[in-house]
């Protein structure tokens, strides 16, 4: 993983402030211990390390260090960030390509929602929306893989890849709940 500065805009980052190696994975248990250390609860006896959990908890207001907590926890969100700090490290931004890339990207939306509102027209829609929340399940855990190898290697090429890995599982997030709003419709008529 590449280095990244501990500062960012003058203030600590995210994973410096749960004491969190910088990367995709984060290791769950430690990030809720932290979390509740920052905020002063029974777990900052227990971390071990009070004093520097009281001192970076005074440089942080307790809604910062919700949002920092929040933002670790979902791997989107995370992954959202830590794009951004390599950015900010390699002063990265989207390119020609990355543009262009995105008429493909709405083009797999328009497929996606086509797909969606086909299945709840066949015979069975129950069946065939629950056949496309599978779907989508399989390809976002797909893709969360691509994405964490890509951002293991922050190579200038696949922190290209992991941004349109990103807003594929975005798009997947959005018809997922659409799916789970329409299987939902479906039950209720049943």
Do not use: W
């Not at 979902?74 to 700090?85: G, S, V």
């Not at 390699?90 to 390509?97: H, I, K, P, T, V």
């Not at 629950?130 to 964490?148: I, N, V």
């Amino acid at each position: 993983m590449a280095t990244i500065s501990a500062v960012v805009d003058g203030s600590k980052n995210y994973f410096d402030l749960f004491d969190l190696p910088i990367g995709f994975v984060v290791d769950q248990s430690r990030l809720s211990e932290r979390y509740r250390a920052l905020l002063g609860g029974d777990a900052a006896t227990s971390y071990g390390n009070s004093r520097s959990a009281n001192s970076s908890a005074q440089e942080q207001s307790p809604i910062e260090i919700e949002l920092a907590y929040r933002t670790l926890l979902d791997p989107l969100a995370r992954a959202a960030y830590l794009l951004d700090l390599l950015d900010c490290r390699s002063e990265g931004r989207a390119s020609a390509a990355e543009y262009a890339a995105l008429g493909g990207f709405l083009m797999a939306e328009i497929e996606l929602r086509e797909s969606l509102d086909e299945a709840t027209s066949r015979p069975d829609p129950a069946a065939a929306v629950a056949g496309m929340l599978t779907h989508l399940a399989e390809e976002g855990a797909s893709l969360e893989k691509d994405l964490q190898r890509m951002l293991a290697d922050p190579s200038p090429q696949n922190l290209a890849a992991a941004r349109e890995i990103l807003r594929r599982l975005e798009l997947l997030g959005t018809c997922r709940r659409d799916a789970e709003d329409r299987r939902a419709a479906l039950a209720s008529r049943a």
